[in-house]
């Protein structure tokens, strides 16, 4: 424990002081603290191990950029896996372990990895694991890969919404020039969104502090804060834009405490980024011991909570921004000495030693800093503090498609204006210290009004780079484990494109993207290849800009929101009479009656074979085709043919692809002339409709046939079986005198009523359709006629078994994606229309015409039914499937098991015996024709 | 998936959603017919005088059209109007119960708006996606008034319930 | 979450919108007189071109067919328009 808490300096509040542990050890912090200053002003040093050598780590940074602190969270029984210390916020009682190290960060036994490093340079895995074959090594990599651990049982709630918003103008960040930007803007009576991941508006200014028009900070970012929302804008803290899309769309991540988060989909008709710059570490060897850290992070963990790095410090640099750090530790009574690479440097702040012309070449230590060489003089000391620049945060820039250009002044890629729809201002686009950073927010934000003015000059930045003649291991990506080392062999093996570097050793692939990592990787890969930074150019930028949980993207559209079903009018009803209910075709209905399942389908289908039936038909699909070019449209668009229909009357059709697929089956019914009525099945519905619309608007004249959609509009109930006639007599419904696929319009209790006599069990069937308002009074009707007709309502399970008696066909279970009507033995259309449909050519090709295509058959066995999926082996040559089960259950009726199957060659094979294999078993079955019971239909007349 | 899966039901008509800053309400349908073709012929002569409504447009008394497409609308009416089939240039089919009414009112309404509807404020057509959903989306006094297909209405009424507790 | 152009609703996020087909394509017809190989082009080629394509989208929440104008490489929508014979 090397770091320490000041006892002012800081915001934390010093009487809310909270506990916590890491890796079982109790800790102590304050209210207000993260977990990363918390830990850095009284926790262990070591907070994890490395990726790849298991070497320890320390806290590095002080934002999204954290490259080591990461860390499994428990609270309150629930565990967040990978969370940054640096963004968290600590609360009373939070369990913290650290990741990829057993049994602790301190103790891991995997560090004995690291004494193997000259073994296990990048790449190796390419080279190494191939003996024995991966197999045997994957189990024991799969252990050790990754970071955290999930917690099985933590299911995050489904609760953050997912907003939209269209603004005028977006600022994204609110340091100096963000907050310039936003001012002018808003004084300029534009209404601004003004959004910062921070918790509060400032950016740099809350660790660096500054005077901007001769006040405190905080009056300027407070004074711009209620300029944009006068205007009408609004500022959002605690929020990550996290991506820039298509179309002019960001995405951002809002972080509320007490509340779920929400996503943010903003569009706008302008944008400013003000997103600022991350430091950049310095490159000598051992530098990835923990205790060295970043400059810019020290001041702000002792500005902001308190929070001390260490008391012996020394810091690295080759510019003038540390300089604040050093006087800053040196007054808060640490041993500060400054090393800078530059000759000419600003005077040594108060209480510090100035050592010009200097480099760090070698951390010591063996698990935490102890000292350091500088020009071959041995420093002792506890904290290493370090600064080679500033990385501006381009990312949405590119994001957006923009380009970079390198500057040689700030030693940085910055921006290209013009080359993205978005402006960049301040510390992101180069303008480093706080005057440059307020001047181009204020100019990017219209210019309304005087300027912010603050002194100061920019800052004067030498640049650094990694020394490819460096001895000792030097990191450029601690979180990987990339060492300059690597960036060589990368190179020495042909991997010289930058894109090819990140692959092939992984630097800037982990969790921090490269962020402190990926311009000295880049830059040292320039050196070895003797091209310059632009040359060698940088890799691509995808979103998310940090990680975003999937909680969040995927919002309320869990579980039950992810994909609900439709539900019937009558519901309740069912419910009420004991349906248990499951989904099909997207709609939830009921399975059957009663708590039984498999008795009760039995049960309910046979009596409905025997004595009548009741079901619920109302998800079957009704589209409303209207219009004196209905007929033709349906011609077109069916497979069989419905002009030469009569009204009055309904017939069964198919709906195929244009590759001659059967897509959809169902009954055609006629009202009139110009009024017919689709039925299609109830999961089909909205394509259907699609196909049919295509026809109308880009081959027929729309004016001449419409369609509606009107499923919804009507209760559909079904009475089937032989006393279902005396059923609906009892109900008091007068039934029209209709044959066997008749329709008429009548009338019932003043209301209207539709009856087709269409059947789907093979028995004589009546579907009753009434406005869905009066569904609830047929139904009663129907229920209190049921009993004293020895009738019971029929879940879907029974329904299916009735159908499948009959062989009569459910697209997509009988059929799939190469079955075609003729397979079906619906030939008929195929070889007498004359007239162009759809589908129509595809029914002629070589594939369509072959003898030996699958042909829909039923199988007869004995004993327990054929499982779905069971396949029909070929009788001669190797042993292969000639098909396959599609439906098959027990038949009460028969009293046997009944199967349909798609077979090979089928029907002229009925009456062969046939060989049927399922996982590893063998039976025997006889194929028969599909229809298993009353085959010439007399009992649709019943 | 089974129906234990499925915790929610379809409002009825009158059931009420209340948070903090926003009420919903489920109302039906007093009457509605799908209308297609030509538009002006067929509200001249099923409701002569019925303004017909774009995206997030005022309803005003009954009867009013809710556009849909370039030639399709629903006419809204205080009562069915028991016409179907094909008229001279136009289809009328009946449809008072394709959907139900919801309702939102209240300070945060805009919220549950954002939460709802994506971009595309101003179109002739009030048919659209409101939280994942097809609906007609009207403005009414106080609030949003959206017409959602009956069977989807109890999806849409679990997500507001969730939402107004999440906002 | 792009965003689509209909010709009749105007602007609409991009979920409100399904591809249907390459545009130019015409249906070869009548059955008889079309070869295996043309019918096979008609179905299953498609230029699938590198930059400004014309495609068929379909607007689900109104049902209009038309077609878009769409960069496949930079996915800027370069304009929609109705199906001939369509805009009134």
Redesign the interface.
């Given at each position: 424990m090397t770091g320490w808490r000041h006892d002012s300096a800081g915001m934390v509040d010093r009487d809310r002081p909270l506990s916590f542990t890491f890796d079982g050890q109790p800790c102590t912090g304050f209210a207000g603290d993260t977990l990363a200053s918390a830990l850095l002003a009284g926790g262990p040093r070591i907070l994890g191990r490395s990726f790849k050598y298991h070497r320890p780590r320390g806290l590095w940074g002080m934002g999204g950029e954290e490259p080591n602190a990461i860390l499994d969270v428990t609270e309150n029984g629930r565990t967040l896996p990978n969370v940054r210390a640096t963004t968290m916020v600590l609360r009373d009682g939070m369990a913290l372990r650290s990741v990829n190290a057993a049994p602790d960060a301190a103790r891991d036994r995997l560090g004995l990895i690291d004494l193997a490093q000259r073994f296990l340079p990048a790449g190796f895995y390419y080279k190494t694991f191939m003996a024995l074959g991966w197999m045997r090594w994957e189990p024991m990599i799969r252990r050790m890969a990754g970071l955290g651990v999930l917690d099985a049982d933590h299911h995050p709630p489904?609760?953050?919404?997912?907003?939209?918003?269209?603004i005028d103008l977006l600022v994204i960040g609110a340091g100096p020039a963000g907050l310039a930007a936003a001012r002018a803007a808003a004084r300029a009576g534009r209404a601004v969104w003004l959004v910062d991941e921070a918790a509060e508006p400032g950016g740099a200014l809350r660790w660096r502090g500054g005077e901007i028009d001769g006040a405190p900070w905080q009056a300027f970012a407070r004074d711009s804060c209620q300029a944009v929302t006068a205007a009408g804008g609004r500022v959002l803290t605690d929020t990550v834009l996290w991506g820039a899309?298509?179309?002019g769309?960001f995405a951002a991540w809002e972080r509320r405490a007490d509340?779920?988060d929400r996503h943010w989909?903003l569009?706008a008709r302008e944008v400013i980024l003000a997103a600022g710059a991350i430091e950049r570490p310095l490159w000598f060897a051992n530098n990835d011991l923990p205790g060295v850290m970043s400059s810019e992070a020290a001041l702000h963990y002792l500005a902001l909570y308190g929070a001390v790095a260490g008391r012996r410090i020394v810091i690295g640099c080759a510019g003038d921004a540390p300089y604040a750090t050093a006087a800053a530790l040196a007054a808060a009574g640490c041993q500060v000495t400054l090393v800078d690479a530059r000759s000419e440097t600003p005077p040594a702040p108060e209480g510090v030693t100035l050592r010009r012309a200097a480099r760090i070449t070698r951390a010591h230590g063996h698990r935490e800093v102890g000292a350091v060489t500088v020009e071959g003089v041995h420093l002792d000391c506890d904290t290493v503090l370090v600064s080679g620049g500033f990385t501006p945060s381009v990312h949405l820039h590119c994001q957006a498609?923009g380009k970079l250009d390198f500057d040689p002044r700030t030693d940085a890629l910055i921006p290209r204006p013009g080359s993205a729809p978005l402006l960049t201002v301040g510390a992101a686009c180069g303008a480093f210290g706080l005057a440059a950073a307020l001047a181009g927010g204020h100019v990017a934000g219209g210019g309304a009004g005087p300027a912010p003015a603050a002194s100061g000059a920019v800052w004067g930045i030498a640049p650094s780079r990694p020394d490819p003649k460096a001895r000792g291991r030097v990191w450029i990506d601690p979180q990987n484990d990339v060492t300059l080392k690597d960036v060589k062999l990368a190179a020495q093996e042909g991997y010289r494109s930058v894109e090819h570097l990140k692959r092939y050793t992984t630097l800037g692939m982990a969790t921090d993207q490269g962020r402190s990592a990926n311009f000295a990787g880049l830059a040292a890969m320039a050196a070895l290849t003797g091209q310059t930074i632009p040359e060698t150019g940088t890799t691509t930028y995808r979103p998310p800009f940090t990680p975003v949980p999937l909680s969040v993207i995927g919002g309320?559209?869990r579980?039950?929101?992810f994909a609900?079903?439709?539900?019937?009018?009558l519901?309740?009803q069912h419910r009420a009479l004991g349906a248990?209910?499951?989904?099909y075709g997207g709609?939830?209905r009921p399975?059957h009656y009663g708590t039984d399942e498999a008795k009760a389908a039995q049960a309910e289908a046979r009596t409905a074979r025997q004595t009548a039936g009741l079901y619920d038909a109302s998800?079957l699909g009704k589209i409303?085709v209207?219009?004196?070019g209905?007929a033709e449209l349906l011609d077109f668009c069916g497979y069989v043919r419905m002009s030469t229909l009569k009204p009055g009357r309904a017939r069964y059709g198919f709906m195929l692809s244009?590759?001659g697929i059967v897509f959809d089956d169902g009954v055609v019914l006629r009202?009139?002339e110009?009024?017919f009525i689709v039925s299609a099945s109830s999961g089909h519905v909205g394509s259907v409709?699609?196909i049919l619309?295509?026809a109308r608007?880009?081959r027929f004249d729309?004016?001449r046939v419409?369609?509606?959609d009107?499923?919804?509009?009507?209760t559909t109930l079904t009475a089937t079986g032989p006393a279902s006639r005396a059923l609906l007599g009892g109900a008091g419904i007068d039934l029209p005198d209709l044959p066997h696929m008749g329709v008429a319009e009548t009338r019932w209790q003043g209301v209207?009523l539709r009856i087709a006599r269409v059947s789907f069990t093979g028995d004589a069937s009546w579907e009753l359709s009434v406005?869905?308002?009066h569904g609830a009074a047929l139904q009663a009707a129907l229920e209190t006629a049921r009993a004293g007709h020895g009738a019971c309502w029929v879940g879907l399970e029974a329904v299916m078994i009735l159908r499948a008696e009959k062989g009569f066909i459910l697209v997509g279970k009988d059929t799939d994606g190469i079955t075609m009507p003729q397979d079906l033995g619906w030939g008929g259309p195929r070889d007498r229309r004359q007239d162009?449909y759809f589908g129509?050519?595809?029914l002629?090709?070589?594939e369509a015409m072959r003898p030996d295509r699958r042909q829909l058959v039923g199988l007869e066995t004995s004993g327990a039914p054929l499982p779905t999926g069971a396949h029909v082996l070929a009788s001669d040559g190797p042993r292969r499937s000639a098909g396959f089960v599609t439906s098959s259950c027990h038949s009460p009726t028969l009293d046997r098991p009944v199967a349909l199957a798609m077979i090979e060659g089928g029907r002229s094979r009925i009456g062969q015996e046939v060989t049927v294999f399922h996982l590893g078993t063998l039976s025997t079955a006889r194929i028969t024709d599909a229809c298993a019971l009353d085959p010439e239909g007399a009992r649709l007349h019943g | 998936?089974?129906?234990r899966?499925?915790?929610?039901?379809?409002p009825d008509p009158g059931a009420t959603l209340m948070g903090e800053g926003v009420t919903i309400r489920c109302a039906?349908e007093s009457g509605a017919s799908?209308v297609?073709?030509?538009l002006d012929a067929a509200i001249a002569s099923l409701a002569p005088g019925a303004p017909m409504l774009g995206l997030l447009d005022e309803v005003p008394e009954k009867p009013f059209a809710l556009r849909i497409a370039r030639?399709?609308a629903l006419l809204c009416t205080d009562a069915?109007l028991?016409q179907?089939?094909?008229r001279d240039?136009?289809?009328v089919?009946?449809?008072?119960?394709?959907f139900l009414v919801i309702e939102i009112t209240g300070a945060r309404r805009d919220?549950i708006r954002?939460?709802c509807?994506?971009?595309g404020?101003g179109s002739p057509s009030a048919a659209t996606l409101f939280a994942?959903q097809g609906a007609l989306v009207a403005t009414c006094p106080g609030g949003l008034c959206v017409r959602v297909?009956?069977?989807?209405?109890?999806?849409l009424w679990?997500?507001l319930d969730?939402?107004i507790?999440?906002? | 979450?792009?965003?689509f152009s209909c010709p009749f609703c105007g602007l609409r996020d991009e979920t409100e919108f399904?591809f249907?087909a390459e545009a130019g394509k015409h249906r070869?017809?009548?059955?008889p007189e079309?070869s295996?190989a043309d019918?096979?082009d008609y179905?299953f080629g498609n230029d699938a071109p590198r930059g400004p394509a014309r495609e068929?989208w379909?607007h689900?929440t109104c049902?209009?067919?038309f077609v878009m104008t769409r960069d496949t490489v930079?996915?800027e929508?370069l304009g929609s328009a109705a199906?001939p014979g369509?805009s009134q």
């Open positions: 489904a609760d953050a919404p997912s907003m939209t918003a269209e899309f298509d179309h769309m509340r779920p989909r569009r498609g309320m559209r579980g039950e929101g609900p079903p439709r539900r019937l009018r519901e309740a248990r209910f499951r989904e709609w939830l399975a998800p409303e209207l219009g004196p209905a244009e590759t009202l009139a110009d009024r409709r699609m619309e295509e608007q880009d729309p004016a419409v369609l509606h009107v499923t919804a509009q009507w209207p406005p869905a308002r162009e129509r050519r595809s002629f090709t070589p | 998936m089974d129906e899966d499925w915790t929610t039901r379809t039906a799908l297609s073709g030509d030639d399709r069915p028991g179907e089939g094909w240039g136009f289809a089919s009946g449809a008072d119960d394709l919220e954002s939460a509807l994506g971009g404020v994942g297909e009956a069977p989807q209405a109890a999806a679990t997500h969730r939402l507790a999440a906002l | 979450m792009q965003r399904h249907a070869p017809e009548p059955a079309v295996d019918w096979a179905l068929v379909v689900l049902g209009e067919f930079t996915r929508v199906l369509r």
